[in-house]
């Protein structure tokens, strides 16, 4: 259990003991990993269902589900053996391959982004030389899945929800990979392997070299896991459920699943890229490295559940307008910060001690100077913030109304 | 431009609070156009209380506005009294007051909360809400036996006196309250996405929202210093003291806000009926089988939502000849197109929010 890489190499090295050609060592290897991939993201999903409830409801000031099982901690299985019973309906009008295809096809890219992640050290099912690129490519055409969904639907909230999607997408997938490219200007490589080992090396974090870069990762990646306050294209009380509107049963529940891992990918790389992976300044000595990478990941999933607990949610135009006019400009300083930062390391020639605790202070001194005085920046071109309390008056017939503009000029 | 996309939002959608429908016409996502179809929830009150005798017409004021049956019961109650010349005793009197302002805070919070989640929010603040207002409910239940359609209010007074542990439980209630609302206002009013969403959307002014008659918070978060509890005193009213809450701009956010205030005001009006509740009988006798003299008598009060009228004729016999309600959902529904008018479907929705309509009112 230390290590399930090992397990994995030992049976592959009895394997060809056996004399097993090495075509078949192959296909066993990447079985194996597919098969424990998919097991793990599954498994999360079912926990995660109910542990997302339950904390909501927490925060909601009610119970949660706690009749099935211990805790409700069977609430998930009831939950997925009622949609796998539900009957499937395909509206009138729709088109029929396309409408059947979506659900389908939008699990597949979830589930390969996957593969990219280094569990563990020898824990990855495809090493990539383009980990991050990978990422940024295959993460990206699940959208594509879903404006399939939200148009073949034939109706008029799931192609807004769809629209939408589309709209979010073109805007926030410009910072996501902004975003994602200050780790590579650091550690020199795309694979992944290779950023979490440069963590491991310096014994430092991404997240204290680049906390903009990561902020940035997380806002443009709750738009793309469509979760508050930016789950516009399915805004359960705008467009009814957005491009899923039309689809029930499993159907439904392929969505929601693809959603799900999603979230968990997002997490995996927020872990995996800005936390340092599966180390853990040299507890990866004493703990599979593995359990350390999952804490990481479903502490940075718990995020995304908290933010839905709490937030509203923003207007369409309001999100594009984040994220072009202060997200992207952020995300383009933050990377020539980043390149600038790489280059005086690199021609000083400065130990990577005394340099990385400097631009770590530095950095993260300037994120939170950059962040307010952007947002200022912004600020003094809206409106004065107004008394957030109506007067109190004793006397009924007067009138006290004055136009916003009117306000504003004042 | 091509060809308008039309959308029906209702009368199955999550946000419509019932079976309403707006039929939108959308360039892209602003509205070009906006047509209110209601009716689904027609249910034909106004005639068939002429078929019912005086007192048993009281269950139907439950049912028009079903989150605020109290308000309802007081405002038949207040126009058949008027009718037939019934004098109340002042300790019913105050048990009116006291129920119509629990009434309030219930109600408000299910505005609030509802408002708040059409702004996106996953129910968190509509869930606190709903504590409050169970707690009202509770209230109910411990003095008339129902918690929704209370059927407590009978002409010339109420139905009993309060249970002896009723005035306790409900001091308990108002020494909480404040605290629960600052829970809110810290909560909510400053929250800067529900700023970002709701200020300068949907604008009544102040010269519309009187064209077209709109009233209760509608009318005052547009501006206009108005509340018939002030203007036309009726129950205890004229012995409290309180504050009307007031918006400047007529748009979401002060409906919203004016919302918010007025809970706090019914506290206020709450502790002041504790202190001056007197003893007393609660009912005057009244015939079961009234028989109003020929005339006519409009009541009106101040329910949550705004003006609440009933004007009753009576031709000398059992059951009224006439029965008609001024329900203020319906008329303050009427200036949404104007509102919702070149603004986006998530504003169209928070906008329909904040006006607070319940369907059973605004169709009866």
Known sequence: MRDLGNAVGAFLEWLADVGAPSWLLYVVSSLVGMLALLGWALGSQLFFIWAERRLIARMQVRLGPNRAGPFGLLQPIADALKVLAKEMVTPRGADRLLFWLAPIAVVVPAITVMAVFPFGERMVLADLDVGVLYLAAISSTAIFFIFVAGWSSSNKYSLLGAMRSVAMLISYEVVQVLALLSAPIFVGSMRLGDIVAWQGQYKAWLVFLQPLALLGFIIASAVEVNRTPTDIAEAESEIVAGYHTEYGGIRWGMFQLAEYIAGFAVAAVVATLWLGGWTLWGLEEWVPGWIIFLAKVYGAFFLFIWLRGTLPRLRIDQLMAFAWKFLLPLMLLNTLLAGLEVLVWRETGAPAAAILPAFALGNLALAGVLVVGWAVLLGQLRPERRPARPLLVQEVGAIYYRPLEEAREA | ?364
């Open chain 2, 1 to 364: 431009m091509g060809e308008p996309l039309v959308v029906n939002v209702g009368p199955q959608h999550p946000s419509t609070h019932g079976v309403f429908r707006m039929k939108l016409t959308l360039d892209g996502e602003r509205i070009v156009d906006c047509e209110m179809i209601m009716g689904y929830l027609h249910r034909s009150m106004e005639k068939l209380a002429e078929e019912r005798s005086w007192t048993q017409n009281i269950p139907f004021t439950d049912r028009t506005d079903y989150l605020s049956a109290m308000t309802g019961n007081l405002a038949y109650c207040l126009a058949v009294e008027k009718l037939a010349g019934i004098e109340v005793p002042p300790r019913a009197h105050w048990i009116r007051t006291i129920m119509a302002e629990l009434q309030r805070i219930a109600s408000h919070c299910m505005a609030i909360g509802t408002f708040v989640n059409d702004c996106g929010a996953w129910h968190t603040p509509l869930m606190y809400m709903l504590r409050e207002r169970e707690k009202v409910l509770d209230l109910f239940e411990l003095a008339c036996g129902a918690r929704l359609t209370t059927n407590y209010m009978r002409i010339g007074g109420v139905a009993r006196d309060l249970p002896p542990e009723f005035l306790p439980r409900l001091q308990a209630l108002v020494q909480e309250l404040p605290h629960r609302i600052s829970e809110y206002e810290e909560l909510l009013v400053e929250n800067e996405i529900i700023v970002a969403r709701a200020r300068g959307i949907g604008i009544l002014p102040a010269d519309k929202a009187i064209a077209y008659s709109v009233s209760g918070p509608m009318l005052r978060g547009s501006g206009v210093a108005w509340d018939i509890r002030k203007a036309d005193p009726y129950a205890a009213y004229d012995q409290v003291e309180f504050d009307i809450p007031v918006g400047t701009h007529g748009d979401c956010y002060d409906r919203f806000l004016v919302r918010l205030a007025e809970m706090r005001q019914s506290v206020r009006i709450l502790e002041q009926a504790l202190d001056m509740i007197p003893p007393g009988p609660v009912q005057t006798p009244v015939p079961l089988a009234l028989r109003p003299p020929p005339g006519e008598a409009y009541g009106r009060i101040e329910s949550p939502r705004g003006e609440l009228g009933f004007y009753v004729v009576s031709d000398g016999g059992p059951s009224p000849f006439r029965f008609h309600i001024r329900p203020p959902s319906l008329i303050n529904l009427t200036p949404l197109p104007e509102m919702v008018r070149g603004l986006t479907v998530a504003d169209a929705i928070i906008t329909l929010g904040s006006v607070d309509i319940v369907l059973g009112e605004v169709d009866r």
